[in-house]
């Protein structure tokens, strides 16, 4: 009989803040109880709900049982930034782009999963403060950046992709501040209110066939037949078993020193006055992501929560999964640095919530999907695009899973396995990291 038994349970720091903005749910339903399902998907984040909902349309007539450590968008879905981004987005790389034929692939990939979602959220009455397609700016805050932006408008050029070019006073207009010396805007990224997003997905799947048990972290995975999972108060046993737990893949032993485990950092303002509204002017709604790829992403909402400015950056490796308050703190900092550069009109307002993120990486810059053992399928590691490459990859491990053969499948299948980490990766890491954001500058 095979045995595993989970090492680590996900630790997620700080408040979820997009959460916090919704109204009270109800408590969570944990399992408490020794029950069968034809399916079980450990994780309900955007690859575990996807996978779910894929099989929901595959196996209609399948029971299928969701098992999440934590409350639906609590975790690493809830604590993004909400952009859906279609286009090629590689963090790794200096100026998000690629090859051609690559990044045409890639792009038609992305829009697929883009689409899935759009339809979820049509089929469960999201609304478009939770779900659009508004599209997001490239904002370039130096010379440096701007040529960044220029060379992407060039590959965009190449590969047929409509773009409009911002300059320093269509910046302003937008975004209210005179920080940005250029933008590129692509009309093709979905935001989201990831909370709200994965809250109405949840509630929909729960209508169709699927059980969500949250607050159950798995903590054994046994196979004698079919598949065990025990939680704390009951378990789960099904024949097939999709694991979409991103980094924590790690955490049920497989891929060993494959996996890097980054954490990226957030900050969201208090609600605006209206004569801070005024004095910011520009539009109530925007999302920018930066020039460089390490660089500072800047979004405003508005809404039932109010009008507010998040701030995301800083990038650590941390192969723990796990940050202290010390790092929180230093991190709050440079947040607090960035808003007050790009926004001297606002200075009395403050952050009203701080968290982190944990992102999964591979050095080659691949995904996890395959069968791990006899009917245990993993949809994982989603390289920093957990919203697009997650409801991508639950959707091909949901496929492959049933035999639903496919071009994208076959695609994502011949792909290599993660590459091995080298000696001392930590220490290499942080350097590397710390040596990109000194070279991103003002963009930071």
Not at 150 to 166: F, I, K, T, V
Not at 300 to 308: L, S, T, V
């Amino acid at each position: 009989m095979a045995v595993i038994r989970v090492r680590k349970l996900p630790v997620d720091p700080g408040p979820a803040a997009w959460n916090a903005l919704l109204p009270e749910r109800a408590a969570a339903v944990a399992l408490d109880a020794h029950i069968t399902s034809d399916w079980l998907i450990i994780g309900a984040g955007f690859a575990g709900l996807a996978a779910a909902r894929r099989l929901s349309q595959l196996c209609p007539a399948d029971r299928i049982t969701v098992l999440d450590a934590a409350r639906v968008a609590e975790g690493p879905a809830g604590r993004n930034s909400g952009f859906m981004i279609d286009l090629p987005h590689d963090l790794s790389s200096q100026d998000y782009g690629g090859a051609l034929a690559q990044d045409r692939q890639l792009t038609a990939d992305n829009r697929h999963a883009i689409s899935f979602a759009a339809d979820m959220a049509q089929e469960y009455g999201l609304d478009g403060a939770t779900f659009a397609r508004s599209g997001k700016i490239n904002g370039a805050a130096t010379a440096k950046g701007d040529r960044h932006n220029r060379s992407y408008a060039a590959h965009l050029d190449a590969l047929g992709e409509p773009y409009e070019m911002l300059d320093a006073d269509g910046m302003r207009a937008l975004t209210g501040t005179r920080y940005y010396q250029s933008g590129l805007f692509t009309p093709g990224t979905a935001m989201i209110q990831p909370a709200a997003f994965m809250r109405g997905v949840a509630a929909g799947l729960g209508s169709n066939r699927v059980q969500i048990f949250e607050n159950s972290p798995v903590l054994e995975l046994s196979r004698q037949g079919s598949w065990t999972a025990r939680t704390p108060e009951g378990s789960v046993r099904a024949p097939k078993v999709i694991l979409a737990v991103n980094g924590h893949l790690n955490s049920f032993g497989f891929l060993q020193n494959r996996l890097i485990h980054v954490f990226t950092y957030a900050s969201m303002t208090r609600a605006l006055t209206q004569s801070e509204v005024k004095a910011l002017g520009g539009k109530a709604l925007w999302a920018l992501t930066p020039a460089d790829p390490v660089g500072t992403t800047v979004r405003r909402i508005a809404g039932a929560g109010g009008d507010r400015i998040i701030i995301r950056n800083r990038f650590t490796y941390d192969p723990g999964m796990e940050v202290d308050a010390a790092r929180m703190a230093r991190v709050a900092r440079d947040h607090d640095r960035a808003f007050r550069a790009r926004f001297p009109m606002l200075p009395g307002v403050e952050m009203a919530y701080r968290w982190g993120g944990r992102l999964c990486l591979s050095r080659n810059n691949v995904g996890v999907l395959g069968e791990l053992e006899a009917g245990l399928y993993a949809a994982c590691c989603q390289n920093g695009l957990g919203t697009t490459r997650g409801m991508l990859s639950g959707m091909l491990a949901a496929e492959l899973a049933t035999g639903t053969p496919s071009t994208r499948l076959t695609r994502a299948l011949a792909a290599p396995q993660p590459t091995r980490l080298p000696p001392f990766m930590k220490l290499g890491a942080n350097a590397y990291l710390k040596w990109q954001e000194a070279r991103a500058g003002a963009e930071l």
